[in-house]
């Protein structure tokens, strides 16, 4: 009982110490672990254009084609509203879709006079 009480207790530090699913982007940008799932190779989060984000009444309009993120093999376009972005410590957009390319789980934005 206390030996399986033991590796109980060493799983959980170890576990504490590994790093969340959050990468880094290209830019040195830290994606937060809700928002990102893997790492800078196989995650869901990347830098997308500027000419895909358009500000709207309520939010953002996030236009993506085939090539301008990872995970898009067919054209989408997705709302996210105002006070649910993230904002950008790089001066670029980020998009990271989960659970699959049709959910646009955070956008990070450039912040307005960046």
């Not at 576990?15 to 880094?24: K, Q, S, V, W, Y």
């Not at 830019?27 to 895909?52: F, L, R, T």
Request: charged share 20%; with cysteine; aromatic share 12%.
């Amino acid at each position: 009982m206390v030996l399986s009480i033991r590796y109980l207790l060493f799983a959980v530090i170890v576990a504490a110490a590994l790093p969340a699913g959050a990468h880094t982007s290209k830019h040195g940008m830290k994606y937060d672990s809700w928002c990102c799932n893997g790492s800078a190779v196989n995650g869901d989060c990347q830098e997308i254009p500027d000419s895909a984000v358009e500000f709207v009444p309520g939010g953002y309009r996030v236009t993506l084609a085939p090539g301008e993120h990872k995970l898009v093999t067919r054209p989408h376009s997705y709302f996210k509203r105002a006070d649910k972005v993230r904002f950008s410590t790089d001066g670029h957009y980020h998009a990271c879709l989960w659970p699959t390319q049709d959910s646009l789980r955070c956008l990070y934005v450039v912040p307005m006079g960046f």
